[in-house]
């Protein structure tokens, strides 16, 4: 009895054994629960300090981009360093978006589907914060020429057209383009897990696979110090060596600011969901963002998007060119454009002489804008007609 009892011990023991060790293994073979939708570190601008620096500290260093002034401490940082061009989606069902808050620029133009797409320019708001980006989108043949204004970094996912591909027009063909031009390239079909992935569960409703891609400023800027694109590439130049920077000043005084209220501008007729409306607020002198009726958000901070300055160029559109209903603007050359600032409106223009070249905006009689020292958006839309205030 006593040697029956034993055995059946031993048994159940051997079986607890075997039991645990595979279990330890299926654990030890599987990503820590939770880990394919989070991040390593905490990186929601929701959760930074009330003060990323100390507020006694004087703010003498102007951002090349937008003007604003930040800290040595902040400076130090974003000077080793180069501009981020990001594309961010904007399909009714990818809002809201996460970073755009934090861009310094801003450029807003149709791609296929007259659906807006975006490219927000981060450099000097980049500093003591990893900001998420999402959802991270493709690349375009225009974006591609703004991007070499800022000899920037840019992120994306895919695009259109690599150089060998006959379904896509030729002008059209971002890819090849990005190669061609030796663009610095942080395309996330060349970056893994934790830089960029895919986070289906960032929305409280459910989303399309395309519409999930996630990634991160500080994961991106080590990349790029990998590959020696810092504030100088691999062959020692500058980021800003050919850069033109814009013009800046300081808010008015209120009684000084203007009166134009609403700026409203339609993408694309008959697609609603898209149509933007920029209202002003004077006391705080800036541009609240609406997008299809609804303030459009932030998701990480819960705010409306805003900007200092709303720049509307208009660029001619050709297309669509090709079986991928892709389109083409004119992002070189000159045109007409509205600037928006200070509660007030100025009829000017835009020229851009070439890929590398500044777009440089000036007002009727040809002297170049002073943007007022904050975010800037650039919106592309191809008729004045489209634009009311």
Known sequence: MNFKLINIMMGLGLYLLSTGISFAAFNLSQPPSGDINSPIINVSPGQK????????????????LNGVMYTKQESDIYEKRRPLAVM??????????SGLSRADIVYEAIAEGWITRMMGLFYCNTPMENIIFAPVRSARTYFVDWVSEYDALYNHVGGAGRCADDTVDERAKALCQIDRFGIKDLDQFGIGYPDCYRNPDRLDHPVATEHTMVCFSENLYKIAEKREWTNTDEKGIAWDKNYRQWQFKDDPKEVE???????????AKGYDDYDVLWSYDKT?????????????????????????????????????????????????????ALIFQDGKAI???????????????????????????GPVWIEVVPSEQQVSY
């Open 49 to 64: 300090p009330k003060f990323k620096v100390d507020p006694s500290v004087p703010r003498d260093q102007e951002c090349p």
């Open 88 to 97: 961010i989606e904007n399909s009714a069902e990818s809002r809201p978006q």
């Open 257 to 267: 600011r203007g009166t134009t209220g609403n700026i409203n501008i339609v993408f």
């Open 284 to 336: 705080a002198n800036s541009y609240k963002r609406s997008t299809g009726g609804k303030l459009h958000l932030d998701l990480e901070t819960k705010e409306a998007l805003m900007a200092k300055n709303i720049v509307v160029q208009i660029s001619e559109i050709t297309g669509p060119v090709d079986d991928h209903a892709h389109i083409l603007y004119d992002t070189l050359g000159s045109g007409k």
């Open 347 to 373: 009829v000017g223009s835009w020229s851009k002489k070439s890929r590398i070249g500044r777009t440089v905006f000036s007002d009727s009689v040809g002297k170049e804008i002073e943007f007022t020292r």
